[in-house]
């Protein structure tokens, strides 16, 4: 059956709090910063609450902010102090002092490209760390290392696979997955940073991993920091239908019509616009054309906010 | 007015073959090339033909071929070649002895990379020739420069204002401009090549041109050469709406609907669309995940091609 | 005959420094700037001190650093700074309401491409202020504008062409051209930055540029920033040669040695290295291996001072 | 003690060739193919050879060709035919179904991003036959997977621990590592191909690896491709020094210098170079500035000839 592409925990519980519906087992808290910052933090405590989420029990943080896109260095640099407490609210308890950062994602495609790009930006130490003594760079430097695993059709491996055999000779005590996400609306495009002790699930991410990357696959904690670049071509297409058949019920002589459409309930309806679609829409995307500039920036905003996480 | 995106004349041309009509002035023949390739040469020969068209009078070849988004080296070898003969058909009367080929577009934005990365492609002749003579890569070979204006977020200026300052420092006879374009259809994603002798119009292209790039604004003839490479997001969405409405009318409960959308006529029905989108989606594009491998193909076809149109 | 290959007018007096000779029409002012940053001035005042140095009439200021080369974001903000106050100070005294950024080199070799990633980090208006009005970032943002001509490789055409063929179009009041120079000394690779108002004469960057960009030839000041990334590969040998030869010197049974070379007199031992040196040579360079680190960091605070520098 | 820095067992086998001297357990013969190419085989039979060679034992077949780096993609192409020729000839006798192919290196400094390139061009099949069966690309078709594992500053980890895990994961027959040599003479620069059945061994590469890539320590047989790219700065100048004093020697003043200087002993003569040079120096390489274009066509000529060797 047609599934909505989202990869934001925010977004599947908007649609409950539409219907007004309170989930057992998810707490849900919102805190402002300034004028233009939201921070919701969602747990999902219960077994329950993940079936009804359809999202693995942890915790998932998201910052909306609609300024998030400009470009104003001061207020990135704001940002990513935010976002590297909130990185550290998330670690394990256990003492972490080593940190495999994976950018995950196709560097050669733009909206695909952030985890790369983060990549690019971290402050890599493990090497002199292990040639020159742990507190070359102070006392609360952690040990550092990053991998760029690419995609299946330049590796012909799952990212899964070159990840674990990289943990396995490296021994990290946490992983930072780093990944290019699909929204489901598009004004939260390059505006919301979503980060969660889960780690990746199948299906997410622009490229669509097939394995998970978490605790239970991975034998360490996995932090997964996105930002939702594109919006997937169907969902895009069925979420206007469905705005435009609602409109179109304002207009006299087609109020039959929206009613009509909506007892078809929404599986069936999801069904109808799969059908309908070009079967070359399932594996696309719409995304901005400033895209380069957005991955740019943001980038920059995770990578600095790593940095910040680990050096203290 | 809404008005539908797309920069292919054959896709302009399919609307009204859909209708049956046929328009005055503009002449169209195909041709088959084994079993995949098909060559639909378009000519608008009148100023009424141009008007029915909204497009500028001029040829526009088109190559269709389902394969062209395959990686197979010979396959693309072969299209070079016909490639090469549709540019040589329509260059100009008068001779040429120098050309400018302008990789039009943003490289940084894979889907709209494809002039820059064809640029890289070119043979460059223009210097090693006005240094050791005309004939020192055979008689044949003309003089050939190129240039990658970028776009204006990078520059601050018009491409067309790049392109004028340089011809006119180089004087060109000929200018080939290379842009990514915008198909309506998402089956021509990637497997349409058009070549046209009446340059690039404004609005044509993924990063939407300001100023016509033309005989008449540049003082020397523009051959354009594109290929689709995305699709508006805006003319997706509406598309699927009319076929939605029209699988719609099938079911009994629902018959009514279709006459109703219909009866609002196109206009309507697509100012709808508009009001319903998101403003984001007026700048947004769809295009498919594995577009990196696709220009990088499509890119030495279109560069393979220009160099040996210009070496005999 | 052979010339020592440097773009550091700062290298040049020091040959004159050595030998305690004063040069008549040019003045030297050194400043220091913390523990590590020297600033020295030179001023070429009459076309004696031109002739004498080599150089055209002007200013030259040299920033040099130990720690440039390190991976510090407050340094590089300080350093910023500094260079963006040297800017200002060299430009000239008419009026500048608009400048363009121009970036030479090779942005496909890493020791080259500095001028292009110092584009890539300029803060562009010119578009929006001639679209939105001049005051849309400010009363004191200047119209900025940027290209990156590439290299004849490339494109057919000397960047001279295409800087002057975009000035036509374009009209700017100032010209700011990037490069990556050679120096003598290996030392000052990657920490020191050359600002000079007499613009780029033939021969200097790695990319060895045929035409003067200078006020004369584009008809604006033209302000030059550079850094050091290569040491020519022929200097480099010339240079430990004589080095050798003076260590050898000290050894006992060697000492007639560095008198014998050194009575060939300088223009000989040149003569002497250029032909034994394979014809090769004559186009290489030496680079250091983190090369790519350094411009990074680098682009980006020439970038930074250049966008200060035009904000007010 | 110093070291010459080759990365060539030929350069290493010519030393000896001057001096007329025959290594026992070194077997070498040479083939021409056509005007232009050179193909040498040398065999290391023996411990005895290996020590007197400075190298493990097994094949180094070297193709020398002057017009390597031409623009001529005919000559490339039968270039790329032999290579994969060689290439199979040294396979070993066990059969092989998978290959992992490695691209070492830095992609980010061109001269040192062969490896990285070759990785792009490689025809990648192991996901596709793990899913879709053995036989889709035709019998006779491996499975190839790809990885390029960065340096240490980008990682924190060595090569050979990413490549480990990697291997533990998917387990491949055969290595494949292709890496930028260090030559000790300019003229071979992007004109020579090595191929060895010994693997990568420490301080090879431009980069330098600290840690063997052999059968020994992957566990199974790794083949190693190599283009000399870069000369090390300290070769380059302890040789033209040598150059040198032969040349000053017959200066009727000057002939007792290269008396002198030889009778100090290769050892020590080397020494002395070692400490003139800036320390900087010996982090530095001498390379050429068409680099660029250099391992664009030569990356495409080995990543074809591995294709071409590995599907039948």
């Not at 592409?5 to 519980?13: G, N, S, V, Y």
């Not at 972490?96 to 985890?115: H, Q």
């Not at 930072?176 to 919301?192: F, P």
């Not at 039959?256 to 078809?264: G, M």
């Amino acid at each position: 059956m047609y599934e909505i592409r989202t990869d934001l925990a925010l977004e599947d519980q908007e649609k409950y709090e539409a219907d007004n519906v309170e989930i057992k087992g998810v707490r849900l808290s919102k805190q402002k910063m300034g004028e233009d910052i939201v921070i919701t933090t969602m747990s999902i405590d219960t077994e329950n609450g993940a079936k009804a989420m359809g999202r693995p029990r942890g915790s998932y943080v998201t910052i909306e902010a609609s300024s998030m896109d400009d470009d104003d260095e001061a207020y990135h640099q704001s940002l990513a102090k935010k976002l590297a407490e909130i990185i550290q609210n998330l670690l394990p308890k256990q003492k972490v002092e080593s940190v495999l950062v994976v950018g995950l994602g196709n560097r050669n495609v733009t909206s695909d490209s952030l985890g790369p790009k983060v990549a690019d930006q971290i402050f890599i130490t493990r090497h002199m760390m292990r040639e020159f003594g742990t507190s070359i760079f102070g006392e609360k430097q952690k040990q550092v290392s990053a991998i760029v695993p690419g995609v299946m059709a330049q590796t012909g491996m799952e990212s899964s696979e070159i990840i674990r055999g990289v943990m396995e000779e490296t021994k990290p005590d946490l992983v930072i997955a780093v990944d290019a996400l699909a929204a489901r609306n598009t004004k939260r495009l390059n505006r919301t940073i979503q980060v969660t002790n889960t780690g990746i699930h199948p299906g997410s991410g622009v490229g669509n991993h097939r394995n998970p990357l978490n605790e239970e696959s991975l034998g360490v904690p996995v932090l997964a920091i996105g930002i939702p670049t594109v919006v997937d071509a169907a969902t895009i297409v069925g979420d206007t239908m469905s705005e435009l058949l609602h409109a179109l019920s304002g207009h006299q002589e087609l109020h039959v019509l929206e009613h009509s459409y909506h007892s078809l309930g929404e599986a069936r309806q999801h069904e109808l616009v799969r059908e309908l679609l070009a079967p070359q829409l399932n594996t696309m995307y719409v995304t901005g054309k400033d895209i380069d500039a957005s991955i740019e920036r943001l980038s920059m905003t995770i990578g600095n906010a790593i940095n910040l996480a680990f050096q203290e």
